[in-house]
């Protein structure tokens, strides 16, 4: 999984950098951040890189929602968990992971 901050300079007119994004290993787009906090895809969603720049982020600067935790894996990946999901791909195929099972430890 990679967390990666939209630093994209665009004109006056389309002003609307900073978006923070968090992409699977496959390049599909799980969860994003708009500034009004996390919001998560039940199915991956494409993502498009075009003419767009981006730095990759070691973890989320931004407030978790209400609820939600924030794991590190043993590989340096970032995971939101809550009592109910995570943003790890292993969640996303079978409906749980270890990181969910570990919740209240967190």
Request: aromatic share 12%.
């Amino acid at each position: 999984m990679k967390i990666l901050r939209e630093v994209t300079k665009w004109d006056d007119e389309y002003n609307i950098g900073g978006h923070i994004y968090h992409i699977n290993d496959n390049g599909m787009l799980v969860a994003f951040d708009n500034g009004t906090g996390l919001v998560e895809f039940k199915v991956p969603k494409r993502f498009d890189r075009a003419r767009r720049k981006f730095e990759t982020l070691d973890f989320v600067p931004d407030a978790l929602p209400p609820g939600a935790k924030r794991y590190v894996g043993s590989k340096g990946a970032v995971y939101i968990v809550t009592k109910d999901s995570c943003s790890c791909s292993g969640f996303k195929f079978r409906g749980k992971c270890k990181h969910n099972d570990n919740y209240e430890e967190l």
